[in-house]
């Protein structure tokens, strides 16, 4: 097998260069979530552990007792913040589900197990406290795009009554991955990443849901159709992992690409908004 040169490896995952009009993206993301947190009813810069980056922002339903949508937001970990993703919240608070925006610390000030375990700690808070804003706890999806993606699958591998004895066997049984990464060892080896990242192979082996044993829960892995050849096969890698019975959706998103995917995601019309609904218990037509 042909070791993958340092070039190609940055042009598979530096989304940016391959994506010319992504500040325009970021610029429609801030102002549409703007105005999410200006039209929603929201709770924002809830403190869920003790360091200065992990709060969380919480946009209620009028549903009672109402499913819990946690997103997690990309940015190989090193970038963007929950208040970037706001715009994410209306479409589902409006389908009937309470949904948790967290953030947390970027590297390279911390790694991403630190990270993990920041996440680990925002589900505990919803777990926690959803109930004090209308949420169900029993009930808790986690949505991720790119990094988030990655967190999210870890969230579904994560044994939550070792974290602490309260705590469910299965606090979070459900997940959708946005153009998520599941084995780290080519990020090891793209520069473009690794300087912030630092990653070493026994780090990549502790933080690669594909090297992971099957969880109970189930994953939806989606990416977008006009996607570099390396996020095409780390969506399917985590199919073949994992097995169609934990990976039970492995989809492309027509038309999409790294960024405009979550575009589909908060459209109501889209597959990708139904599949989110369908691991929320609120809709039956990603079936």
Not at 170 to 186: M, N, R
Not at 199 to 215: C, D, E, G, K
């Amino acid at each position: 097998m042909i070791r993958p040169t340092s070039d190609w490896l940055n042009a598979q995952y530096n989304n940016r260069a391959r994506i010319p009009e992504h500040g325009q993206i970021f610029e429609r993301w801030a102002m549409a979530s703007a105005l999410a947190r200006e039209r929603s009813l929201c709770h924002v810069d809830l403190r869920y552990g003790p360091d200065p980056g992990e709060t969380l922002d919480v946009f209620t339903s009028p549903r009672a007792n109402a499913p819990v949508l946690v997103f997690i937001h990309g940015g190989w970990w090193r970038s963007l913040d929950k208040r970037d993703h706001s715009f994410i919240a209306p479409a589902f608070t409006q389908a009937g589900a309470m949904v948790v925006v967290p953030n947390y610390a970027l590297c390279p000030a911390v790694t991403i197990a630190t990270i993990t375990l920041q996440i680990v700690r925002a589900l505990v808070w919803v777990h926690r406290n959803a109930a004090r804003y209308g949420g169900d706890p029993n009930r808790i999806a986690v949505a991720g795009h790119s990094a988030g993606g990655h967190l999210a699958a870890m969230m579904l591998s994560c044994r939550w009554n070792e974290v602490a004895p309260d705590l469910p066997a299965q606090l979070v049984s459900s997940a959708l991955s946005i153009s998520g990464v599941f084995d780290l060892e080519p990020l090891r080896q793209t520069p473009y990443l690794q300087t912030d990242l630092r990653l070493t192979p026994a780090a990549v082996a502790r933080l690669s849901p594909a090297r992971f044993a099957r969880p109970a829960g189930r994953l939806y892995a989606t990416v977008g159709a006009n996607e570099s050849e390396e996020f095409l096969r780390q969506n399917l890698l985590i199919r073949a992992a994992w097995g169609a019975d934990a990976v039970p959706v492995c989809e492309t998103v027509d038309g999409a690409h790294h960024m405009n995917i979550l575009h589909a995601l908060v459209d109501p019309d889209a597959r990708l908004h139904a599949l989110a609904l369908d691991l929320l218990d609120l809709a039956s037509g990603a079936r």
